[in-house]
């Protein structure tokens, strides 16, 4: 025989029935993880959120990911760190995103409407789309018109600078933005059907006149500050909603 439950105990079960029972775009967002490829971004935010670091990795031995979780506002957050190289020492980069010279500005905050590559070229039928690799980022207009974020397409490649032939592929993906990693995290959200939004803040122009690398450690600690409120703005508007309320 069950033991017995008082009434408080009773609805709380009742209404963690009904919770599950709803469509899940209908149930209230319990959990948000924040992929982040940079120590310089991920510390702020850590802070912010008062989160601690997960003392047993989650990762296969020998991978120098990182993990900090704790609970913001009734929602589990994590932000996950890729680490730094175990040989060079550096962070194991992709960066904060750079920007072509289209209708953005050092420091503006985009969501992202739509992820592909432009370095994965494979020109044979079929295969060649399956190197794009595009995806659509979750949609989320309630949230971009709220905190008045811009939005537009996001491009992935590995390298910071831009050679033509990736230059050609960015303007045939209709990209205003440039990163080394969103493409591969939309592939894998895809695969495991998690909503995925991405939050890019702009550090370099890299059609434009100074050197990328100079202008990107120019206005990392600048952009990495509008990152951090935005990216705290994004946590704030989501907690206690739904999917369809994004």
């Given amino acids: 025989m069950a033991p017995p439950h008082d009434e408080h105990e009773k609805s709380q079960i009742a209404e963690g029935q009904e919770s599950m029972a709803a469509p899940a775009d209908k149930r209230p967002i319990s959990t948000i993880v924040i992929i982040i490829a940079m120590q310089t971004e991920a510390l702020p935010l850590v802070s912010k959120f008062r989160l601690s670091e997960h003392p047993d990795s989650v990762f296969p031995k020998g991978v120098p990911w990182v993990r900090y979780y704790g609970i913001y506002k009734d929602t589990n957050i994590n932000i996950i760190w890729p680490g730094k190289d175990t040989v060079l020492g550096v962070d194991s980069v992709g960066t904060i995103s750079a920007s072509l010279a289209k209708g953005a500005c050092i420091g503006d905050v985009f969501l992202a409407s739509d992820v592909a590559f432009h370095d994965r070229r ?32 996001l491009s992935t490649g590995d390298s910071l600078d831009m050679c033509p032939q990736d230059e050609a592929s960015i303007t045939a993906n209709d990209a205003t933005l440039k990163d080394m990693e969103g493409a591969a995290v939309a592939y894998v959200a895809d695969l495991l059907s998690v909503p995925a939004i991405f939050v890019k803040a702009v550090t370099d122009i890299v059609d434009g006149e100074k050197p990328t690398a100079e202008e990107f450690l120019q206005n990392l600690a600048a952009v990495t500050a509008a990152l951090d409120q935005a990216v705290t703005q994004v946590v704030d508007f989501i907690a206690g909603k739904c999917l369809s309320d994004l």
């Fill in 122 to 153: 494979i020109p044979i039928p079929v295969f060649d789309l399956y190197g794009v690799g595009l995806r659509q980022a979750f949609s989320a207009p309630n949230l971009s018109k709220e905190l008045n974020l811009k939005v537009g397409k």
